[in-house]
């Protein structure tokens, strides 16, 4: 039997949006197989995925069965809900490298070995490789009239700007995985992001008429936020759950920078937190809005399942540096991705080692070398008021030679006016 409500607890988490009749009766009476299937198109999540892997732990957490579907064939063809263009189409070997790379994230958040509800990965490469066309159009075309496929909002919005028939069969395909899974997995749940109902709803129609089965289908809402700009992408691009491609450092500020009214929805979507600790939370944060109290436990909680504890600590320390609470010692320890990461937008400039290794005059150096400051005259005053720091330290001797011992993994050295003008001098 299920633990609890699987429904109830989407509510007030704010994670649906749309249910077909019976699914919340079927949840409650039996331990069901439901699926998600994911894009395979770059070889790391984003943060846009993480609703779905949520639904995923939520549903397993709940004592349900999480599938997840790695498209090693429909990333092949391009999906093209909620998208104006056509995707490129990938190769074999481009897939299997995304896929593997996309399990061992997924395996962050569902437990693969948990017994009769263990999380699984399927791929519907394994199933449509040896689907030929014909046989694919009369055992699955027959069933979905093209008046019941134009009527797909998927479809309509596509028509005026002309669509592939490549695209226009997409929802076949993935009304045929939920049929496979259904008949194969005993699968009798499909969910996704709202985009994806007509998709969803054409399974459950093509298990109706090839096999005259019932199947259900539950979506959650996408998320927009406050300012009206897109989740799960900054200026700088898309945030991804791979370091490689968005360090810690980055993860963690993405979630502590959002806005009050955001970081209340993230809480709930993004985190186990029980409901009385997020009202605690909530309550918490009216009294002392400036602390950021819900920003910082999302951030937190986000950052260590994805990345780690110690990455975690390490972003958090690097987000100290710019505010004047970091180390000397701590920075000495911060990896080159992220000094750069926090150093961004902050003015650099070069220097040859070699001069270093004499040994330069720190007068020189912030105003002849880095222009920190306009002359050395004023580098000079500062520097014997306490108001100048190198890599953290204060330096109060104007006579003080900066050497290669200064480095910080042997090619930065920061500069500090004051307490918020730094520079980044690159030694080259």
């Keep these: 039997m299920p633990k609890y409500n699987f429904v109830e607890e989407l509510k007030w988490r704010l994670m649906l949006h749309d249910i077909m009749p019976g699914t919340e009766e079927l949840l409650n009476r039996q331990m069901v197989a439901g699926y998600i299937g994911f894009d395979p198109t770059a070889d790391s999540l984003g943060v846009g995925n993480l609703v779905q892997v949520m639904l ?4 397993q957490q709940a004592g349900h069965k999480p599938i997840a579907l790695v498209g ?7 999906d093209p809900s909620g998208k104006s263009q056509e995707r490129n189409l990938l190769d074999e070997e481009t897939l299997n490298h995304n896929l593997a790379c996309q399990k061992a994230q997924l395996e962050k958040f569902l437990d693969f070995n948990c017994g009769i509800n263990s999380a699984e990965i399927i ?21 979905i009239s093209v008046n019941y496929m134009l009527a797909k909002d998927s479809v309509k919005n596509r028509l005026e700007n002309g669509m592939s028939f490549t695209e226009f069969s997409y929802q076949l395909v993935q009304g045929y995985d939920f049929y496979w899974l259904n008949q194969h997995k005993d699968v009798k749940l499909q969910m996704g992001g709202s985009d994806q109902w007509g998709n969803i ?3 459950t129609e093509l298990i109706r008429r090839k096999s005259q089965g019932e199947a259900f289908a539950l979506t959650t809402p996408l998320i927009k936020k406050a300012d009206g700009t897109k989740f799960g992408k900054t200026e700088g691009g898309n945030i991804w759950l791979d370091a490689k491609r968005t360090s810690p450092y980055k993860f963690y500020q993405f ?7 955001d970081a209340k929805n993230y809480i709930r979507i993004f985190t186990l937190f029980s409901k009385h600790e997020i009202e605690t939370f909530e309550a918490e944060h009216a009294l002392a809005p400036h602390l950021r109290l819900i920003q910082k436990a999302v951030a937190k909680d986000i950052t260590t ?9 390490n972003a958090v320390e690097a987000s100290e540096i710019l505010f004047g609470k970091a180390t000397s010692d701590s920075i000495k320890f911060i990896n080159e991705q992220t000094l750069l990461d926090v150093f961004e937008g902050v003015p650099q400039s070069s220097i040859f080692k070699s001069e270093l290794e004499q040994g330069i005059n720190i007068v020189e150096l ?19 008021a306490g108001g100048v720091s190198i890599n953290k330290e204060k330096v109060t001797d104007a006579e ?5 011992k200064y480095l910080i993994a042997d090619k930065y050295i920061i500069a500090q006016k004051g307490k918020k003008n730094y520079h980044l001098l690159i030694v080259g």
Excluded at 371 to 383: H, T, Y
């Design 123 to 143: 791929n519907n490469y394994d199933w449509f490789k040896g689907f030929s066309f014909l046989e694919f159009i009369r055992d699955v075309g027959k069933h």
């Design 305 to 313: 399942r994805v990345h780690s504890e110690k990455e975690y600590i």
């Design 56 to 59: 995923l732990l939520h549903f």
């Design 366 to 384: 912030l105003a002849d070398k880095s222009g920190l400051f306009p002359s050395r005259g004023q580098a000079r005053e500062l520097i014997k």
């Design 400 to 404: 003080t030679l900066i050497s290669t």
């Design 255 to 261: 979630w502590l920078n959002a806005a009050d009214e």
């Design 201 to 203: 709803v054409t399974g």
């Design 72 to 78: 090693g064939a429909t990333g092949m063809v391009g």
